[in-house]
């Protein structure tokens, strides 16, 4: 087992108060983003090989809790998109605080037939497991939640390797680890690392979820959608920049062998949601499918993660960040990713999901000003009626106007509740 290197801080105060960033300081935003910004400048300053990245090579990543039912038919599906592309990649999969059921599925007891047989059902060269580390001593600026944790991964030979590798790391449980976004942190802080000590920069990386299937809208092979990110990436270059690419937001039922259930109908709030991504004024890029340069994507939610670790929207920010960054965000409204939600008869359930997304939204405004959060999600009223209109009436799908209208109360309650509760991206409680 290799000793993990010497993490190094990506951004000291000394260097961030050297910084400013015209964009924000133009739009009066709060003065923590602000210094979250700067940090996050600073870690894109020093990442190595930009200029230089591994072509056709992706990093995946994903954190999963109880996603036995999920993974093989989703990891099955994304290296296909991956030899459908021609790319080589490490999709890392890191079992958030101790990873719940997810362990039925993968874990380091495995026999070596049991990952062979694992292997070729998924479609990967390698299988490589890791662990995190708990830490002892905390950096002077950071709290136990918002310190990452050191990743050991059992062998780093992957890096060198020209296939499909899948690297599974197991997370400790602990209070301090709950959520996604304290799995990112660590996640986030060890290929920032692997750039910093190994000089590892493929071109792209790939942020997915346990249930993420890439569907295409225009009627062409599922498995080449991811491809078609990439090249609409490779297409829209801003400042020597590639543009970062979402996939359009698809909310749809799962059933118990953890597939997409097409017979089952999605609420109506959700529904109208998967109508609206993509249109002006909601086109934040989707934490389930987003695409961006290795270079740009891993400072951004490293820096997100250690800087507001009670975030549930880490996607959003991401979004805000790049585009102050001066990075062109994209959806791409030929792909879909499928997300889950509950069935359309689950009626609290789909209300519970509904508070969550806008409490998360609520904090936005509260961390990055209303100005900045409206240029990614517009939550007016207005348009969420009018946006359903213009999707039957003017685009000609096929939507249920009187169906979606049921959606209307529960969507007003929803929002009530996440104006007295919005969520706290520093304190907060980041699980869902």
């Known amino acids: 087992m290799q000793q993990a290197p010497e993490k190094r801080s990506f951004a000291s105060c000394d260097e961030a108060s050297q910084l400013t960033t015209p964009n924000l300081i133009e739009t009066k935003v709060p003065y923590n983003f602000q210094t979250t910004l700067d940090k996050c400048n600073i870690a894109l300053n020093r990442i190595k090989n930009k200029d230089n990245p591994t072509k056709n090579r992706i990093t995946i ?97 992957f890096l060198s390797n020209s296939g499909i590798n899948l690297i599974v790391i197991d997370q400790q449980q602990s209070e301090e680890n709950q959520g996604k976004i304290r799995a990112y942190r660590d996640l986030f802080d060890y290929l920032y690392q692997l750039n910093q000590h190994h000089s590892y920069c493929p071109e792209f990386l790939f942020t997915m979820d346990s249930e993420t299937r890439l569907v295409s809208l225009r009627g062409k092979d599922n498995s080449e959608s991811l491809l078609h990110m990439i090249i609409l990436a490779k297409k829209s270059v801003t400042n020597g920049r590639k543009a970062m690419i979402g996939a359009k937001l698809k909310f749809i039922p799962y059933n118990e062998k953890g597939d997409p259930d097409q017979s089952s109908t999605t609420p109506p709030m959700q529904e109208v949601i998967s109508i609206m991504h993509g249109q002006k004024g909601y086109e934040w ?114 939507v249920s106007i009187l169906y979606l209208l049921k959606g209307l109360l529960p969507y007003i309650k929803a929002k009530g509740n996440s104006k007295r509760d919005p969520d706290n991206f520093v304190d907060g409680r980041a699980t869902f």
């Open 61 to 157: 990543t994903l954190s999963t809790f109880n996603g036995h039912e999920l993974l093989g038919p989703t990891l099955k599906d994304i290296s296909h998109q991956l030899r459908s592309a021609n790319l080589t990649g490490d999709i890392f999969v890191i079992k958030n605080n101790g990873g719940g059921s997810s362990s039925k599925f993968i874990n380091r007891e495995m026999s070596e037939e049991e990952i062979e047989k694992l292997k070729e059902e998924i479609g990967v060269d390698s299988i490589v497991f890791g662990h995190t580390i708990k830490a002892t001593t905390y950096e002077p600026t950071l709290t136990p939640v918002s310190s990452s944790k050191t990743i050991q991964i059992d062998d780093e030979s």
């Open 285 to 398: 890029l989707p934490g389930g499918a987003t695409l961006g340069e290795f270079s740009d994507m891993v400072p951004i939610l490293k820096t997100i993660s250690q800087d507001l670790p009670g975030t549930r929207i880490e996607d959003v920010l991401t979004t805000v960040i790049a585009k102050q960054l001066g990075i062109k965000t994209i959806i791409d409204t030929d792909v879909a990713h499928l997300n889950r939600c509950p069935n359309g008869d689950e009626k609290a359930q789909a209300l519970q999901q509904m508070i969550r997304w806008l409490s998360g939204l609520e904090g936005l405004k509260i961390i990055v000003g209303e100005k900045l959060s409206r240029t990614v999600i517009n939550d007016n009223l207005f348009n969420i009626i009018r946006h359903p209109l213009i999707a039957k009436f003017i685009r000609a799908e096929e």
